[in-house]
């Protein structure tokens, strides 16, 4: 007996859950990419490579950040670059998670991050500059996880939501450096 109704009413819901089943049990060694998945997933594993080595770099640079405070009022702002390593790292961690369901793998290679990186690692000179260096990151990060977003679309919902909750990170580690950077200029 098939699931399908012999008719079917305008607007309504239907799906072939035999053939669903079958084609599971067919490509098991896929994992979760399922003949449904629509994105290029070259493309997809390629972005998510390039936003782990973004927030590689990131979290390097707020950690060196962290250490490196100096002066009036450093202790906090010290605090709250720790606080964003930690976040960026946890970011990272995602992406690789996310690289490996879709069959691939995390590229954490050294010698490439740098090049692969949508940010720069700048180290900034004093404070000030130290933040500024994190806020034009920040805004980075912003603006090419949006354009990733959009290019994802539908075609992989699930790849689209982790950026789409980093995203939200990131803005509101801007917002934190812009916040710091208000009292010093």
Same mark, same amino acid.
Do not use: W
């Given at each position: 007996?098939?699931?399908?109704?012999?008719?079917?009413? +305008?607007?309504?819901?239907?799906?072939?859950? +035999?053939?669903?089943?079958?084609?599971?049990?067919? @490509?098991?060694?896929?994992?979760?990419?399922?003949?449904?998945?629509?994105?290029?997933?070259? *493309?997809v594993l390629k972005l #998510?490579?390039?936003? #782990?080595?973004?927030?590689?770099?990131? $979290?390097?640079? =707020?950690?060196?950040?962290?250490?490196?405070?100096? &002066?009036?009022?450093? !202790?906090?702002?010290?605090? !709250?670059?720790?606080? @964003?390593?930690?976040?960026? +790292?946890?970011?990272?961690?995602?992406?690789?998670?996310? %690289?490996? +369901?879709? &069959?691939?793998?995390?590229?954490?290679?050294?010698?490439?991050?740098? *090049?692969?990186?949508?940010?720069? =690692?700048?180290?900034? &000179?004093?404070? $000030?500059?130290?933040?500024?260096e994190n806020l034009i990151?920040?805004?980075?990060?912003?603006? *090419? =996880?949006?354009? %990733?977003?959009?290019?994802?679309?539908?075609?992989?919902?699930? *790849?689209?939501?982790?950026? !789409?909750?980093?995203?939200?990170?990131?803005?509101?580690?801007?917002?934190?450096?812009?916040?710091?950077?208000?009292?010093?200029?």
């Amino acid at each position: 007996m098939s699931n399908k109704p012999a008719s079917q009413p +305008q607007g309504s819901f239907v799906m072939d859950v +035999q053939k669903i089943r079958e084609q599971a049990r067919k @490509h098991m060694s896929d994992g979760s990419v399922t003949q449904s998945y629509s994105a290029d997933k070259e *493309t997809v594993l390629k972005l #998510l490579n390039d936003a #782990l080595a973004t927030e590689i770099v990131c $979290t390097l640079r =707020y950690k060196r950040h962290h250490f490196m405070a100096k &002066g009036i009022n450093s !202790e906090a702002v010290a605090t !709250e670059f720790a606080e @964003h390593a930690a976040e960026e +790292q946890e970011h990272a961690d995602r992406f690789a998670e996310r %690289i490996v +369901q879709l &069959g691939g793998a995390p590229d954490f290679a050294p010698d490439s991050l740098k *090049t692969r990186s949508h940010s720069e =690692y700048k180290e900034g &000179g004093n404070l $000030t500059d130290m933040i500024r260096e994190n806020l034009i990151a920040e805004r980075i990060a912003i603006d *090419t =996880y949006r354009e %990733i977003i959009r290019y994802l679309g539908d075609n992989d919902i699930t *790849t689209r939501r982790i950026f !789409e909750d980093v995203l939200a990170v990131e803005e509101e580690h801007a917002d934190d450096m812009a916040d710091l950077l208000e009292g010093r200029e």
